[in-house]
């Protein structure tokens, strides 16, 4: 963990103001010249500071894992280069943070999921109503409520395609995947910019298991029915969840 050990000392050093949103993020960049942190950040994706020319941040709109794109011009080069982010700003030292959520059919499409392994997953969200009773929540089923076969079926799908699902759940798949993630913690000030890669070995350190709560943990990150939504149907949607303090409070351990 020396790696980001590095990263986040750095963040703690400087985050003195602090920010509250993705546009606090770009306004920072945006005034690259005279912010602290953000003259720190560029130097963390490899910048020299002297070098640079332009730099031009926006807020990204739409489902992407990226947050905030930053354009960089560097002096007497005809290029540009482009660095997508996915910040998360953090307000409880032990609270999760969705990384992805969608139905169950778009993952199903999206990673190949075979119909016996979408049942279950349907079982698990209350997409589909229990297959018998006495569960603890008459809408859904806990992995822990059904046969071990199926638990199995969902342990050993999710093992084999695992890089692939930490891949898009965190980085993404498309033209605007995450390279960097950029966390703050409000509640102490500190700041840390890593790698995607990092963050992605990070959180897919470990096993495929149920927990005993009847969720799925892959490696850090953990799967579950959405919920909420005053009972909509939006509510049986699959959601993965982080932690993103956990790699900070780790790397300063």
């Known amino acids: 963990m020396n790696n980001i050990s590095v990263l986040v000392q750095r963040g703690s050093d400087t985050a003195k103001a602090g920010f509250s949103n993705e546009k606090d993020v770009v306004d920072k960049f945006n005034n690259w010249k005279t912010d602290i942190d953000a003259q720190s ?22 489902g992407h894992k990226a947050d905030v ?9 005809n290029l540009i280069a482009a660095e997508n982010i996915s910040v998360k700003l ?12 969608r139905w169950i059919q778009t993952y199903k499409e999206l990673w190949a999921i075979p119909e016996d392994v979408t049942q279950i997953l349907q079982y698990f969200t209350g997409e589909a109503a229990p297959y018998r009773g006495h569960t603890k ?5 806990l992995l822990t409520e059904m046969s071990s076969e199926m638990q199995a079926k969902v342990i050993d799908f999710f093992e084999k395609n695992k890089i692939l699902i930490i891949n898009e759940v965190l980085k993404g798949t498309d033209s605007l995947a995450a390279s960097w993630m950029l966390i703050y913690l409000k509640y102490s000030k500190v700041w840390a910019m890593l790698p995607m890669a990092v963050v992605m070995a990070y959180y897919g350190e470990g096993d495929v298991r ?15 029915r959405k919920g909420g939504d005053n009972g909509r149907k939006s509510a049986t949607m699959l959601q993965f969840k982080i932690n993103p303090a956990a790699i900070v409070k780790d790397s300063q351990s």
């Not at 794109?69 to 080069?77: E, F, N, R, S």
């Not at 032990?94 to 959520?101: A, L, P, S």
């Open 41 to 62: 950040w560029l130097h963390i994706m490899g910048y020299s500071l002297d070098e640079i020319e332009k730099v031009e941040a926006v807020k990204v709109k739409g």
């Open 69 to 77: 794109q930053v354009k960089i011009k560097i002096y007497m080069k």
């Open 90 to 101: 953090v307000t409880n030292a032990i609270g999760f943070n969705q990384v992805d959520k």
């Open 137 to 141: 929540d008459e809408r859904r089923m």
């Open 210 to 224: 149920i927990s005993k709560r009847g969720g799925l943990i892959i490696g850090r990150i953990g799967m579950q």
